[in-house]
């Protein structure tokens, strides 16, 4: 019974992560979007764009969104350690097979 509980902690861990993901990097897109599509200029830090913040503010937001979608991708990475590496090594081994036969 034990082992189940542990895989289902596990999945639910991973499934975390994966949704966690996709909304950072959605986060971090957005607001990237956002600010390179704001007005440049003098003074254009100090008028308000979406949901009455600036484009400095939303620089702000920016900064620490891309900060939570490294810490995310990280405990991503390290969840899914075991994965990534047989992936590559699959894909190694498939192009050397494709170097021999060619």
Same mark, same amino acid.
């Given at each position: 019974?034990?082992?189940? &509980?542990?895989?289902k902690?596990?999945?639910y861990?991973r499934? !975390?992560t994966? /949704? @966690?993901?996709? %909304? $950072?990097w959605?986060?971090?897109t957005?607001?990237? %979007? @956002? /600010?390179?599509?704001?007005? #440049?200029?003098? &003074? #254009? ?5 979406l949901?009455? @913040?600036?484009? #400095?503010e939303?620089g702000?937001i *920016?900064?620490w $969104?891309? $900060?939570?979608? %490294?810490?995310v991708?990280l !405990? *991503?990475?390290?969840?899914?350690w ?5 992936v %590559? &090594?699959?894909?190694? #081994?498939v *192009?050397?097979?494709?170097? /021999?036969q060619?």
């Amino acid at each position: 019974m034990t082992t189940r &509980r542990s895989i289902k902690v596990k999945v639910y861990i991973r499934a !975390v992560t994966a /949704i @966690l993901l996709l %909304i $950072v990097w959605a986060l971090v897109t957005f607001t990237g %979007i @956002l /600010i390179w599509a704001a007005p #440049s200029g003098q &003074r #254009s830090g100090q008028q308000p764009l979406l949901f009455d @913040l600036t484009k #400095s503010e939303w620089g702000d937001i *920016h900064f620490w $969104v891309a $900060v939570a979608t %490294i810490a995310v991708t990280l !405990v *991503h990475i390290i969840i899914d350690w075991k994965a990534l590496r047989g992936v %590559i &090594r699959y894909l190694v #081994s498939v *192009h050397r097979e494709r170097g /021999i036969q060619e």
